[in-house]
């Protein structure tokens, strides 16, 4: 550094002070964090592996395609059609891979988003109505288990006989006819990371899908990426969901840094995030009677506070109408009653609307 060769030493003394300020972000600055959440089947893999095992090893792709059937049309339930495809193996747990190594194809770029993911601290989930061992072992194969643990794998665990006669899907959510209920996953791994959440930052949820099965999951992503042509797009479309389409892993990647660069110019990662989807139902559930104040306090918009705690917000239609008449706007009325101290039984916290 040329302060360092510039020896007057009131200089040399001051130097290194002005350069640390300089580096640091103005008080208040937070780095965003982003959480990615990804199916598997058809996703991070061009094939779905419980397909390519029922297909090679268990009931046949006809019978499959009947069962399947069923599922569309309402017949019987994914979990109960599940257990027969899942029972109909018999193949010993190694050797059902040896067709899943020559049939699978990982999405081109799949590996080396994961490891911007890796570089950037942006932990990868997955989250699938398939099952783990079956899930950890294919990405062991394909990543490398150094890399493979690193993700995450939340999805049904199973029982399998040692000699591959009997497999059985022991499912994540019992009381669930989907067996893994993918929306109250992702829910839960975003509460948990935004109590993790020490400097009071609030997480940016990332979904990446492409099936039918996605659709609740999506529901609960602020950022929503849509495998190009596939049914999670269509019903995006259909339904209005915001999505951004991708072809390859090397898309969203591409998103993500744009998403993150927008996101630190636009809240230098104070409050919500810049995509937040304030309609995420795990909204209305993380918004217990102690959450519900720090999230208010968040919003930004008078949209958004009614969203997330409608029942401070009822009396407005009922107050409108008694005070149509009265000067004072109900709306304004409202605002200034919740800038009061609001009871939360551990003591009083301070709520700023
Ligand atoms: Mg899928």
């Given amino acids: 550094m040329p302060i360092a060769i510039t020896p007057p030493p009131v200089i040399v003394k001051d130097a290194p002070a002005q350069a640390v300020s300089d580096a640091v972000p103005a008080a208040g600055d937070k780095k965003r964090k982003i959480i990615c959440f990804s199916d598997f089947d058809g996703t991070i893999f061009m094939q779905d592996t419980g397909h390519i095992l029922f297909d090679n090893h268990g009931c046949g792709s006809k019978r499959r395609e009947i069962l399947d059937e069923q599922i569309k049309s309402g017949e019987r339930s994914f979990r109960d059609v599940s257990e027969?495809?899942?029972?109909?193996?018999?193949?010993?747990?190694?050797d059902g891979f040896e067709v899943m190594e020559r049939e699978l194809e990982i999405d081109p770029d799949f590996r080396a988003f994961h490891q911007f993911c890796l570089d950037n601290g942006i932990p990868f989930n997955v989250i699938s109505a398939g099952l783990k061992p079956v899930l950890r072992r294919v990405l062991d194969a394909f990543l490398g288990e150094d890399r493979s643990a690193h993700i995450d794998i939340v999805a049904n665990g199973a029982d399998i006989a040692a000699d591959?006669?009997?497999?059985?899907?022991?499912?994540?959510h019992g009381g669930s006819e989907l067996g893994h209920d993918k929306a109250q996953s992702v829910a839960e791994a975003r509460r948990a990371a935004e109590l993790a959440c020490e400097d009071g930052t609030v997480p940016l949820i990332v979904f990446i899908g492409d099936g039918v099965s996605d659709l609740p999951a999506a529901r609960q992503a602020d950022v929503l990426f849509a495998r190009r042509g596939l049914r999670l797009e269509e019903y995006c479309v259909e339904n209005g969901i915001p999505y951004t389409p991708f072809d390859t892993f090397a898309d969203i990647q591409r998103e993500l840094a744009r998403v993150q660069a927008e996101d630190d110019a636009q809240t230098r990662g104070r409050g919500l995030p810049a995509r937040f989807n304030p309609r995420a139902n795990m909204w209305r559930r993380v918004s217990s009677r102690t959450a519900v104040p720090r999230y208010i306090a968040l919003s930004p918009t008078r949209e958004e506070k009614m969203f997330l705690w409608p029942e401070a917000f009822t009396e407005l239609t009922a107050a409108a109408a008694a005070a149509s008449a009265s000067a004072t706007s109900p709306v304004l009325e409202k605002t200034l009653s919740l800038e009061k101290t609001v009871s939360l039984g551990e003591g009083p916290v301070a709520v700023q609307v």
């Fill in 84 to 94: 027969e495809m899942w029972g109909s193996l018999n193949v010993p747990f190694d």
């Fill in 164 to 172: 591959g006669s009997a497999w059985r899907p022991v499912w994540l």
